[in-house]
């Protein structure tokens, strides 16, 4: 299962692990791992000595959704202006 390649969010387990978040986000285990440890991969955790990721929450954070950083939902710079 881990070398399986996802294209559809319906395709993905509702709870999955940070390997294939990495793969989604075009990022490095080891970089998932620091940023799940830090609270930054929305969904993300532990089931033991495992990182877990949650599809909902993480598929709200790649769409756009909750768990954007504050300077995005709050306006702040690089926020489009009226």
């Not at 299962?1 to 993905?12: A, H, P, S």
């Not at 490095?28 to 000595?49: C, E, I, T």
């Not at 990721?53 to 306006?75: I, L």
Request: no cysteine; aromatic share 10%.
């Amino acid at each position: 299962m881990r070398n399986q390649v996802y294209t559809k969010w319906e395709d993905l387990p509702i709870v999955f692990d940070l390997i294939i978040a990495a793969r989604i986000l075009g990022k490095s285990y080891a970089g998932m791992k620091h940023d799940a440890q830090r609270g930054l991969v929305p969904g993300a955790f532990k089931n033991g000595k495992l990182w877990r990721v949650s599809k909902q929450k993480f598929m709200e954070y790649v769409e756009g959704g909750a768990g954007r950083n504050d300077r995005e939902n709050a306006g702040g710079a690089g926020a489009p202006v009226a």
